[in-house]
Each structure stands twice: as C-alpha cells, then as structure tokens.
T-cell receptor, first 113, second 116 residues
Framework: ETGVTQSPTHLIKTRGQQVTLRCSSQ?????VSWYQQALGQGPQFIFQ???????GRGNFPPRFSGLQFPNYSSELNVNALELDDSALYLC????????????FGEGSWLTVV | KQEVTQIPAALSVPEGENLVLNCSFT??????LQWFRQDPGKGLTSLLL?????REQTSGRLNASLDKSSGRSTLYIAASQPGDSATYLC???????????????FGTGTRLLVSP
C-alpha cells in the first residue's frame, strides 16, 4: 500500500477527445510526477509538480497538461487524444525528507480508439 | 541523453535458483539508482534505492549493487520463489536536472518467471 490512489483504473476514449486522470497522494507529499508507460516499455517521464507549480517536463507535447492542488491531489489532462496515447499512466509522489523514496499509484489504463 | 538498458529482457528459472538481473546506463552523473517491481497491469513497487555515493543496498533476499564509473547495476535475488515472478525495472535519477529526483529514466525491464 503506497497511499497513492489513481482514478479511473480503466477508460476508453475516442481519438480527438480529451481525458482527465486523477491522483490522490498522502498528506505532506508535495511533489507529484506523472509517467506514461506503453505496453512492453518502461515508464516515460511526463512532468513533475512541486507545491502546485510545474517544475520539470519530459519530451511530451503541450496537449499534456497538469494541475496539483493544495489537498495533495493532482490531475493529468490530455487533449486531442491520439491512438499512440494508449498506455498506462502512473502517478508518483514523495515528500521532503523522505529519503528520495517515490511512491507510485496503480495507474490508469487509457485506450484510445 | 541518459539511456538505460536491461538485460536479459526475459528470464525463466526454476524455484530456488539464485539469479542476477543487469542494468546499464550511459551517463554516470546520477543522483541515485532504483530497482522497482511491477506485477502485470499494476503500478510500481520500490525495492531498493542506491544513492550515488553508495555501492550496494540489501533488503531480505535482494541485493543491489552500483558501479557508477562503469554505468552498471545488478540486482541479485537469492533463492527465488514463484512469488518473485514479475517485471523488474531499473531507473536512474539524472544529476543536474532541475526537476529533482522524481524525474526517473527507466529501462524496459526484465520479465522474470519463477516456476514451482
């Protein structure tokens, strides 16, 4: 049990639509990051938020955006969905003084048809 | 650009065997290296974290080593059990990035199957 909860667990969207994925972290986890994991691949870093501000981004286009809220929840938004966006989306969080330990959620499976 | 490679991609062993999973990375400028376990369709569970100044970490039947100069890490699993069956992922935290230690660069994993 990592204390990181993601929703929904599975969803199917149509190409061109928009999707919002949600993540809830433990109290005090002020850093959250999102990863995309395609089938058979390792996770790819999308971006990171620290105290509600984005402070790092991987090689993903602007249609991938996020938000972090004061209650330690966060969102990943993807606009204009493409077939290649089909993947497992993982949320991870950590807290200062946590010894660099990162806690991952179970992920949200997104299928774009 | 940091790249992480894991060998082998898949491994099948009988229960009780000791085994070694390998991870290599191209840039030795890292904060730390971590090994994760991922069960099918699930999230990641952190197994071991080795800081850049450390050489190894141990947890139960697991031992991970780090040789930064050669860009290599190994995960040793002693007396393997069927419950160890999963994908094992290696990840490094690149040094010098302003994103902090949560920006991890992952390998593609080693899929392990331990048969009874």
């Amino acid at each position: 049990e990592t204390g990181v909860t993601q929703s929904p667990t599975h969803l199917i969207k149509t190409r061109g639509q928009q999707v919002t994925l949600r993540c809830s972290s433990q109290s005090g986890h002020n850093t959250v990051s999102w990863y995309q994991q395609a089938l058979g691949q390792g996770p790819q870093f999308i971006f990171q938020y620290y105290r509600e501000e984005e402070n790092g981004r991987g090689n993903f286009p602007p249609r991938f955006s996020g938000l972090q809220f004061p209650n330690y929840s966060s969102e990943l938004n993807v606009n204009a969905l493409e077939l290649d966006d089909s993947a497992l989306y993982l949320c991870a969080s950590s807290f200062e003084g946590g010894g660099n330990t990162i806690y991952f959620g179970e992920g949200s499976w997104l299928t774009v048809v | 650009k940091q790249e992480v490679t894991q060998i082998p991609a898949a491994l099948s062993v009988p229960e009780g065997e000791n085994l070694v999973l390998n991870c290599s990375f191209t840039d030795s400028a890292i904060y730390n290296l971590q090994w994760f376990r991922q069960d099918p369709g699930k999230g990641l569970t952190s197994l071991l974290l080795i800081q850049s100044s450390q050489r190894e970490q141990t947890s139960g039947r697991l031992n991970a080593s780090l040789d930064k100069s050669s860009g290599r890490s190994t995960l040793y699993i002693a007396a393997s059990q069927p419950g160890d069956s999963a994908t094992y992922l290696c990840a490094v935290s690149p040094f010098g990035e302003n994103t902090g230690f949560q920006k991890l660069v992952f390998g593609t994993g080693t899929r392990l199957l331990v048969s009874p």
